[in-house]
Nanobody
Framework: QVQLQESGPGLVKPSQTLSLTCTVS??????????WDWIRQPPGKGLEWMGV???????AYNPSLESRTSVSRDTSKNQFSLQLSSLTPEDTAVYYCVRGRGYEYEYWGKGTLVTVSS
């Protein structure tokens, strides 16, 4: 059973950079044909895909966030991470790490609430 667990700060200040890590168990971040995504949901709004790192290390980003977003991985720890810079209160959301395959999101972390506030 694949499990994903987000970790990181729950409160960050405007203009700072958010760093979140997703620890994966029951599956490898280098396993062929799987991709590892970050998705967020602001309060009262829908899901927003942010970016992905594939099994081969290639990345892709939501064009609306690309200038502020970076997704990376640490294969030795079986983790992947999100960095989001120049935070504003509009970045307040529940952030999820997700394993995808093709067009399907198979496994989700429980999500972590990040509040951007001074």
């Amino acid at each position: 059973q694949v499990q994903l667990q987000e970790s990181g700060p729950g409160l960050v200040k405007p203009s700072q950079t958010l760093s979140l890590t997703c620890t994966v168990s029951g599956g490898s971040v280098t396993a062929t044909n799987y991709a590892w995504d970050w998705i967020r949901q602001p309060p009262g709004k829908g899901l927003e895909w942010m970016g992905v790192i594939a099994y081969d290390g290639s990345t892709a980003y939501n064009p609306s966030l690309e200038s502020r977003t970076s997704v990376s991985r640490d294969t030795s720890k079986n983790q992947f991470s999100l960095q989001l810079s120049s935070l504003t209160p509009e970045d307040t959301a529940v952030y999820y790490c997700v394993r995808g395959r093709g067009y399907e999101y198979e496994y989700w972390g429980k999500g972590t609430l990040v509040t951007v506030s001074s």
